[in-house]
């Protein structure tokens, strides 16, 4: 599933820093995110689940950023192709605003990935939802940011989550020769 379309279903509301309390009462620095802290009193527990979704606010900003400072944004006509197919492929002669919606996050995706691939080049990972990830180029765009001081990861769960998404040694590879990122993989043969 596209990280977009995951972290846009998200209930990032859900995980919003607590009414001001004293620091100390907060409990332990777990991440900050520019001006934002996540404490692990802010939270009834702390789990995995926590980790993941405090992961994915931080990613989700970070990249958010980058696609604006890029200029990347996505219009009706780059969409219309994904939906031709997803209609062909699915038989269906109407399609829902959730398959819009889809698609629309897969097109974006496909742009964010490109951008950041010319920019840092690396690894390049296939995932379900997105055959091309250049997980490389994320990793050093995150790195990047980590040295700018945008963010900080001081929970040391938080920090294993965070980076095993780029660093997962069980990725399939995407051999160098095969990546290009010149068309969308919905283009491709």
């Known amino acids: 599933m596209p990280w977009i379309l995951l ?3 998200s209930l990032v509301g859900a995980f919003q820093n607590a009414p001001s309390k004293g620091d100390e009462a907060r409990g332990e620095v777990l991440a900050q995110l520019k001006s934002r802290t ?4 802010d939270y009834a527990f702390v789990d995995d689940t926590l980790r993941q979704e405090i ?3 931080i990613f989700t900003d970070l990249v958010d950023d980058f696609m604006t400072a890029e200029g990347i944004a996505i219009s009706d006509e780059e969409v219309r192709p994904l939906l031709a197919i997803i209609a062909r ?3 269906q002669t109407e399609i829902s605003e959730f398959q819009v ?5 897969a097109v974006l995706q496909w742009k964010v990935n490109k951008a950041l691939y010319d920019r840092y080049g690396g690894r390049v990972i296939a995932r379900q939802g997105s055959p091309m990830e250049p997980a490389g180029a994320y990793e050093a765009f995150l790195h990047e ?4 001081g945008t963010f900080r990861l001081v929970d040391t ?8 998404r780029f660093t997962n ?9 095969d990546v290009d990122f010149s068309k969308p993989w919905w283009q491709s043969n």
């Open 7 to 9: 972290l846009s279903l």
């Open 38 to 41: 996540f404490y692990s009193g």
């Open 55 to 57: 992961c994915n606010i």
């Open 89 to 91: 492929n699915s038989g």
């Open 101 to 105: 919606q889809v698609a629309r996050a």
């Open 145 to 148: 940011q980590l040295a700018k």
């Open 157 to 164: 769960q938080v920090e294993a989550v965070f980076w095993s």
């Open 169 to 177: 040694p069980e990725a399939i590879t995407v051999a160098p020769e």
